[in-house]
């Protein structure tokens, strides 16, 4: 064989190939688009019946001001308590490096 048949046979497989993917990809394409349409028209029928296409968001009322206050508190804490853990961490590494002090 020649480079020239080589070249002509691995144009063809790379055409053959790429006309297959597309193929494989228009039928999901297809089957995308026909769930689709099935969705347009169960919105539709909803819409037609008087029913709300799509639910209200759930609209929460803002906490009470007693847990607003509560939480702000614990945030606190939680502040004095991470500065403390970390100033109980120095002192430690701290009286690691001392020497030992016989008794």
Do not use: C, W, Y
Request: aromatic share 0%; glycine share 8%; no cysteine.
């Amino acid at each position: 064989m020649t480079k020239i048949e080589i070249a002509v046979g691995a144009i063809v497989v790379a055409g053959l190939v790429t006309f297959l993917l597309e193929r494989h990809a228009q039928k999901g394409l297809r089957e995308q688009n026909r769930v689709l349409e099935q969705k347009i028209e169960q919105l539709a029928r909803l819409g037609a019946a008087g029913q709300p296409a799509v639910a209200p968001p759930d609209r929460r009322s803002p906490p009470p001001r007693e847990q607003s206050v509560e939480l702000l508190r614990l945030r606190g804490e939680l502040g004095v308590r991470r500065r403390e853990q970390a100033e109980l961490g120095q002192l430690q590494a701290d009286n690691q490096r001392l020497p030992a002090v016989p008794n």
